[in-house]
């Protein structure tokens, strides 16, 4: 979801799914989808940038977090302790 959660948890925002490839990533978010090309160490790149474009980072609790160009966002499958009633529970 992205760091607006409280839009996410509402309905109002879409999530991002991000899917293994056997050329690296794809992120999708409603009709935007990106190949995410890996370079290593979590970073990534889009198909068509000279550069990491897209990082993934984790924090102290092993909470998943995606920063780049596509946005800023944090993996909620695992219900982060900062977002309170996470997936209803």
């Known amino acids: ?16 799914e991000v899917t293994q490839t056997d050329q690296g990533l794809l992120f999708r978010r409603g009709r935007r989808t990106e190949a995410l090309i890996p370079l290593g160490a979590g970073r ?17 609790n092993g909470h998943r977090y995606l920063f780049g160009e596509l946005g800023n966002y944090v993996n909620t499958s695992r219900c982060p302790g900062f977002i309170p009633h996470c997936h209803g529970q």
């Open 1 to 16: 979801a992205r760091f607006n959660v409280t839009a996410w948890r509402s309905g109002q925002a879409r999530p991002a």
């Open 44 to 60: 990534f790149r889009r198909r068509h940038d000279p550069a990491v474009t897209v990082v993934f980072s984790l924090d102290a």
